[in-house]
DNA sequence: GTTGTTATGTTACAACATATCATTTCTAAA
DNA sequence: TTTAGAAATGATATGTTGTAACATAACAAC
């Protein structure tokens, strides 16, 4: 069993603990984010899906799969880039924090991390002083990765 | 001479003294967004000068000219919420920093504040550490501001 | 006044995203 | 096991954001 073909049982049991069903056009879409090593658009994924697989993908419906797996945690929408890419810890069992994103702005790749507790707690609290409330803690910035620096 | 006017005059000689030119198609942009209390689509602020004013602008001469102040920093560009706010420091002589953003997901208010540079030097250590550069010291986060946060 | 530069006009289209209604597929209860 | 309801997908249209490419106009400096 390929290590993608575990991780989309995985992701098919976790699914199915929700209540929900990972079906095969979900599947094909989580698959085109997991074997890619960068963030991808969505019509970039309606491309991939339609030339990998000899079916038809409508952009509305990888929209709505797009939706359904950002809510099952499965994958991530980047704001700042209008790109998805999977959960690095779409393996892991554990319940996992909001994220946080340095984005490559010449080719894409995405480091998904997370920042200190305490760089997040200032943060927070400067929020507060604005009196505005955070809708999300998930926070991008637009980076330059190792080799696109180099370069 | 009212405020805008003041501000208009300030950007204008700050301008001239960059070696550029705040012509009157460029000052009515600016003009729309100091009046607006939240941040303005670039379709937004064509459909507002071509209401107020008896003139054609182009939505191409909009983007060209939300370029030119934004290099002139007397706009900022909202990448998280693709829109444009003025320049809250716009009347201030000093060289101001880059800015942060707190922007209202509901209403586009805007809040543009600094963060410590103790936390965002703690930003950009883990940046360092992720092996990536930042591109921009802009952050922006996703908010809801008091007025929307209440209802 | 010519010339080079900057600004704007114009058209077309690429890229990103959602609304709406129809149809199919699945599931669970009768 | 049929069937009603829910969930998923299909299909079409349209809305929104942004850029490419080339033309013309305005201006400044020589």
Redesign the pocket.
């Known amino acids: 069993m390929s290590n993608l073909q575990k991780i989309l049982s995985h992701a098919e049991r976790q699914c199915h603990a929700n209540g ?2 990972l ?4 599947k094909k879409v989580l698959s085109g984010l997991l074997q890619s090593d960068r963030a991808l ?4 994924l309606v491309d991939y899906c339609n030339k990998t697989y000899d ?7 990888v ?3 797009l ?2 797996l950002e809510q099952e945690q499965l994958v991530h929408k980047l ?1 700042l880039a ?2 998805y890419v999977a959960c690095v810890h779409i393996a892991c069992d554990h319940q996992h924090e909001v994220p946080q994103f340095l984005i490559c702005t010449d080719c894409q790749r995405v480091k998904e991390f997370s920042i200190s507790r305490s760089t997040l707690g200032s943060i927070k609290r400067q929020v507060e002083q604005a009196r505005f409330q955070l809708v999300s803690e998930q926070i991008e910035l637009n980076c330059l990765c190792g080799s696109c620096a180099a370069a």
């Open positions: 929900s069903r079906t095969e056009k979900r658009s969505a019509y970039e079916e038809t993908f409508a952009a509305m419906s929209y709505r799969i939706e359904f704001n209008n790109r």
